[in-house]
């Protein structure tokens, strides 16, 4: 597929609606995703197929249900990256409705961004990160043998050889569109978040991407990490 083909793809705004939705990391069926951009199914049908046939999607049948969801953490790296491009080109876009602003709030404090952490949550995870020199950016960033060995005593699994797993690096810095800083991705942001859900630090607000720091999550994160987060998370 060329640049311009795929572009082509997420010209259309409710195929970037589908895609920027499924940045939650869930599986959607169509219906879902029609009622979400405001569609007739039948054009949300057509939309998917398009979506799928350029591989940003990926399809699974579940009996008469079809559900799709983003192809790969590349293909979600991209939609993200293209959102905060997009963000920054033109910020400071009124909310419509309260409960859009209420949203965007809840998100710009902390959110998943497909599988890793986002919004203030992920950019003082990753900042906490790089300032006990667990994380380093000295030469291309990496996990530090002191990080390796903090994430082996708080239970948290990466790969024993370091670099790219499956094609996809063990860390990378993602550009975050509300705080403007990057927060962390790759391997160990996915592994990052799926331990903060699995231990209750963080639950999802409603059926967004939207998160709340627990009682316990900001405990645990101030002992492994100094973050002090408030009571806005």
Do not use: K, N
């Amino acid at each position: 597929m060329s640049l311009a083909q795929l572009a082509g793809l997420l010209a259309d705004p409710t195929r970037a609606a589908f895609c920027t939705a499924l940045l939650d990391g869930r599986a959607w069926t169509a219906g879902e995703l029609a009622r979400y951009a405001g569609v007739a199914p039948s054009t949300a049908s057509e939309h998917l197929s398009r979506l799928i046939a350029g591989g940003l999607l990926a399809e699974e049948r579940q009996g008469r249900h079809r559900y799709v969801r983003l192809a790969d953490p590349a293909a979600a790296a991209l939609i993200e990256d293209l959102a905060a491009f997009a963000e920054a080109a033109s910020p400071g876009r009124t909310p419509r409705t309260l409960r859009e602003s209420t949203r965007q709030s809840a998100e710009a404090r902390a959110r998943t961004c497909y599988d890793h952490l986002a919004g203030r949550l992920g950019v003082a995870v990753s900042d906490a990160l790089h300032d006990r020199g667990l994380v380093t950016d000295d030469a291309g960033l990496a996990v530090t043998e002191d990080g390796r060995t903090w994430l082996a005593g708080a239970g948290i699994e990466l790969p024993v050889r370091p670099g790219r797993t499956g094609g996809r690096p063990l860390v990378r810095s993602c550009l975050d569109w509300t705080e403007r800083r990057t927060h962390l991705g790759g391997v160990l942001g996915a592994a990052l978040c799926r331990t903060a859900l699995e231990r209750s630090w963080v639950e999802l607000i409603g059926s967004g991407r939207a998160l709340r720091v627990t009682a316990d999550g900001g405990r645990a994160l101030h002992e492994l990490l100094g973050i002090d987060l408030g009571p806005a998370c």
